[in-house]
C-alpha cells in the first residue's frame, strides 16, 4: 500500500476538487495503472476469502467467527488510526461510513460463512461471478455514472462466462444456501459503492479503518457472547483462516480495494472482480483439495478479454 503524504496523514478527509479555494481544481491525473494493480491485488485477497473461512469454520462457530475477524481487523485498524493521529471524518462521512461498515464488515462477512456452512467455495463463487455487474449497477444509482453499451455488454457476457463456469462446478444445484448468498451480494454492492465514493474524497485505508472501528461496540460483545456459546477447536487451519479473513480480507484487501476504485472508477474496478471466482476456484484446488473441470482455463480467457474490454471503456 502506498505511504499517505504528511498533508493526508494531518487530516482524515482531504479536500474535493470541487472545494478548493483557488477555484476549480486541475484535472485528475492519478495513474490509472496504479488504480488497477491495487484493485487487483484487493481482488487477490477477497479471492482467498472463502478458502480462508471454510479453514476458520473447522474450529470456530458462524458467529464466532465473523465477530472475531472484525474485532481483530478493528484492533488492526484502530491501532493505525491512532498511531498516525488521524482526527475523526467530518459528520458528514459517517453516514456513507455506516453502509460501508453494514455492507462489507458485517453484512457480507456473516451471510457468506453462514453460507459456506453448507455450501461448497464453489457454490458460493456464483454469487461473486454476479457481485461486479451489481456494483456497476448501485454506482449507477447512487452515483449517476453511466458506462456505455460496450462496457455493459462485456460485464454481461463476463457474469454469464463466470455464473455458467461455477454453476457446472457446482453441479447446478441451487441449496438453501444462495438465500444467504443473494443478500450478501447485495449488501457488498452497496458497501463498494459507498466505499469507493468516500475513498473520493479521504484515503481508502481511513475508509474501512473507520468503518471498523465504528462496528467495535458490536463486535467486541458479540465476539465475547458467541465464543462462550460455541465451542472452539484451535488448529493450524483455523487459526490461519481467522487471520487472514481478518488482516487480509477485512483490512488490507479493502484498503488498496477502495484505493484503486477511487483511482479508475468504481464500475471499472468492479469488472476486476470477474476473475475473483476462478482464482479462488484455485486457492480451492491447492487449499481444500477440490477438483476443477477442463472448462476453468477456457473461461478464465473468456472472463479476461472482458475485463480487457472494460478497462478500455469509458465509464
Known amino acids: 500500500m502506498r505511504a499517505e503524504s504528511s498533508a493526508i496523514v494531518r487530516s482524515s478527509v482531504a479536500i474535493p476538487a470541487a472545494e478548493t479555494a483557488t477555484g476549480p481544481a486541475a484535472p485528475d491525473h ?5 488504480g488497477t494493480l491495487q484493485a487487483a491485488l484487493g481482488v487477490t485477497a ?11 469454520l473447522e474450529g470456530f462457530g458462524a458467529w464466532s467467527l465473523v465477530a472475531v475477524r472484525s474485532a481483530l481487523a478493528a484492533v488492526i485498524a484502530g491501532s493505525c488510526l491512532l498511531a498516525l493521529r488521524i482526527p475523526l471524518p467530518d459528520r458528514r462521512h459517517w453516514a456513507g461510513l455506516a453502509v460501508v461498515a453494514a455492507g462489507v464488515v458485517v453484512g457480507f462477512p456473516l451471510l457468506t460463512t453462514l453460507a459456506l456452512r ?10 461473486v461471478g454476479l457481485l461486479p455487474l451489481t456494483t456497476a449497477l448501485f454506482s449507477a444509482l447512487r452515483m449517476g455514472t453511466r458506462p456505455s453499451r460496450t462496457f455493459w455488454t462485456a460485464a454481461l ?3 454469464a462466462a463466470v455464473l455458467a463456469f461455477t454453476v457446472t462446478q457446482s453441479g447446478g444445484a441451487l441449496t438453501t444456501a444462495d438465500l444467504y448468498l443473494f443478500a450478501a451480494l447485495l449488501v457488498c454492492a452497496a458497501g463498494y459503492t459507498e466505499g469507493g465514493r468516500l475513498a473520493r474524497v479521504m484515503p481508502g485505508w481511513q475508509v474501512i479503518g473507520w468503518a471498523l472501528v465504528l462496528c467495535l461496540p458490536l463486535s467486541v460483545p458479540g465476539a465475547l457472547l458467541a465464543l462462550s456459546y460455541e465451542p472452539v477447536q484451535l488448529t493450524a487451519h483455523s487459526v490461519a483462516g481467522l487471520l487472514w479473513v481478518a488482516a487480509g480480507s477485512q483490512f488490507l484487501g479493502l484498503v488498496v480495494w477502495y484505493r484503486g476504485m477511487a483511482a479508475i472508477g468504481i464500475p471499472k ?11 479462488t476456484l484455485v486457492w480451492s484446488v491447492l487449499l481444500l483439495g477440490e477438483q476443477l473441470t477442463p472448462a476453468a482455463p477456457l473461461t478464465a480467457a473468456a472472463v479476461l478479454v472482458c475485463i480487457a474490454v472494460t478497462q478500455r471503456t469509458s465509464a
Request: proline share 8%; no cysteine.
Open 30 to 34: 492519478r495513474p490509472r495503472t496504479g
Open 46 to 56: 477477497f479471492s482467498l476469502t472463502f478458502p480462508a473461512t471454510a479453514w476458520g
Open 118 to 127: 453448507t455450501s461448497t467455495t464453489a457454490h458460493a463463487a456464483v454469487v
Open 157 to 159: 457476457a463476463g457474469a
Open 269 to 279: 474496478a468492479s469488472q476486476l472482480q470477474l476473475a475473483q471466482p476462478l482464482l
